[in-house]
C-alpha cells in the first residue's frame, strides 16, 4: 500500500510540475510564418566559393571567400558559414551568422559572430538579395547582397553623414554545390 501511495504521489507531482517545464505553449503559426519567409533565402542554400576584396588603411587585401549555408530548426532560421582563405592557404578571416524572421514585428534579423566581435543587425530581405547594417558611432557599415544567375555579389560600404558611401569590400561568389549543413549528423537518439 505504502508503494502505492509513494507511486500515486510521485505521478501526482509529475502531473503538476509538466505545464511549468514548458513555460509556453508551441506558436505554430509563428513557426509556420518563420518557415514561410525564409523561403525568400533558399537561394543561399549550399556551398559558395569566390574571390574577396577588402580595403584598409594597410591597403588592398585578396583572398577566395567560402560560404556554406543551410536551413536549420525545420526550415526556420538560415545559417551561414563564412571562411576566407589568403594566397598561402591559410584562413583570413572566419564568421558565424544566423538568419532569423520575428513573425509578430514582422522584421528580419542577422546575428553574426566574427573577429571577437558579435551582435544582432537589423536585415532587409529584397527580392535580389539583402541588406544589413552595422552601427558604428556616428557612421554605418552596410552591406548589400545581391543574386544574379547563380552569382552572389556582396559589397560593404562605410557611410558617414554627408558623404558619399566609401566601398572596402567586395565579393562575387558562384555556387559550387549542395550542402546538408548545418542539419545532418545531428545526433541519433541511440
Do not use: C
Amino acid at each position: 500500500m505504502r508503494k502505492l501511495m509513494l507511486f500515486g504521489l510521485t505521478a501526482l507531482f509529475a502531473a503538476l510540475l509538466a505545464p511549468s517545464a514548458q513555460a509556453q505553449p508551441t506558436d505554430t503559426a509563428a513557426i509556420a510564418a518563420q518557415r514561410e519567409a525564409m523561403k525568400k533565402l533558399d537561394w543561399m542554400h549550399g556551398v559558395w566559393r569566390g574571390p574577396a576584396v577588402s580595403q584598409s588603411p594597410q591597403g588592398e587585401h585578396r583572398v577566395i571567400q567560402t560560404e556554406r549555408i543551410g536551413g536549420f530548426l525545420g526550415g526556420t532560421l538560415t545559417v551561414m558559414e563564412g571562411k576566407s582563405y589568403n594566397s598561402d592557404g591559410s584562413v583570413g578571416f572566419n564568421a558565424l551568422g544566423v538568419v532569423s524572421y520575428d513573425a509578430q514585428a514582422k522584421s528580419w534579423w542577422l546575428t553574426s559572430w566574427a573577429l571577437g566581435r558579435g551582435g544582432k543587425f537589423p536585415m532587409q530581405v529584397t527580392d535580389t538579395g539583402y541588406v544589413w547594417e552595422i552601427p558604428a558611432g556616428a557612421m554605418t557599415i552596410r552591406y548589400t547582397a545581391t543574386v544574379t544567375n547563380g552569382s552572389w555579389t556582396e559589397v560593404g560600404d562605410y557611410i558617414a553623414p554627408g558623404q558619399p558611401p566609401r566601398r572596402f569590400f567586395t565579393m562575387t561568389l558562384t555556387r559550387v554545390g549542395d550542402s546538408d549543413w548545418p542539419g545532418a549528423g545531428s545526433v541519433t537518439k541511440q
